[in-house]
């Protein structure tokens, strides 16, 4: 038999134990999240992780969204929803701060009354001097001489990117000869950018971009509207 002082310590016990349990429950019940969902943050990553894996293992022009998309474990639509096109996905897995073609359209479309082969130069040097983007343009520049697989990345990526917008202001009588022109505007730009970023020659590599362009700028705009024939007609 149990007098009055045990049931009342049971009581408070059982008490006790009540609210540890409720402290218990309520520690567990999952709070209100805010901002981004989770899985959106661990898919994106997942696509990226498996772009850069592509784009190394099958080139630019190998490496498709769908396998992309396969590789990363999600549906294609959702490569589409959260990237848009294969470059601005390129662009995001290399961590370029900008879209190559949207910036040769915008310097092609916003020269206004100037000459655009100069106003070519200043708007490109301009973004390759930008912090953000500087260096990883030249670790790009530095892994395609130094690395088959790099180069054939970087021309595939340069001749679907930023070659077709060039060409498209190219005076050109066929598209063979519009893609010469901007072959030889590539030559131009990509060979200013290892004599001035990464072989530093002097006084290339400390000029100002005012002093480029008004260099260089005029042999641009006559690979794209002058002649470059040796008979001065198509190719």
């Known amino acids: 038999m ?3 002082t045990d049931g009342d310590g049971r009581a408070a016990r059982a008490g006790r134990d009540g609210h540890a349990a409720q ?12 901002g ?9 990553e997942a696509i990226l992780d498996s772009a850069r894996l592509r784009f190394a293992e099958h080139g630019y022009e190998g490496a498709t969204i769908r396998g992309i998309a396969a590789g990363a474990g999600v549906d294609p639509a959702l490569v589409h929803h959260f990237y848009g096109t294969k470059e601005k996905l390129f662009a995001a897995a290399m961590r370029l701060p900008a879209v190559p ?11 206004g009354g100037a000459r655009p082969g100069p106003h070519l ?15 990883v343009m030249i670790g790009l520049l530095r892994s395609a001489m130094n690395s088959e697989q790099a180069a054939r990345l970087l021309r595939e990526f340069i001749t679907d990117a930023i070659l077709t917008p060039v060409s ?3 005076r050109a009588g066929s598209p063979e000869d519009a893609a010469y022109r901007a072959g030889a505007v590539a030559s131009q730009m990509l060979g200013l950018a290892v ?6 020659i002097s006084p290339i590599a400390t000029a100002s971009i005012a002093d480029l362009a008004a260099t260089i700028g005029p042999t641009v705009e006559r690979y794209l509207t002058g002649d470059i024939r040796a008979d001065g007609g198509p190719p």
């Open 36 to 44: 981004r969902r989770a899985g959106d943050s661990g898919s994106r």
């Open 195 to 200: 004599t001035r970023y990464v072989l530093r």
């Open 2 to 4: 149990t007098d009055g």
């Open 101 to 111: 073609s949207e910036v040769i359209e915008a310097a092609l479309a916003g020269h």
């Open 168 to 170: 498209a202001l190219a």
């Open 121 to 135: 130069v200043a708007t490109v040097l301009a973004v390759w001097e930008d912090p953000a983007v500087h260096g």
């Open 23 to 34: 402290a218990s429950r309520g520690r567990r019940s999952p709070r209100a999240r805010t």
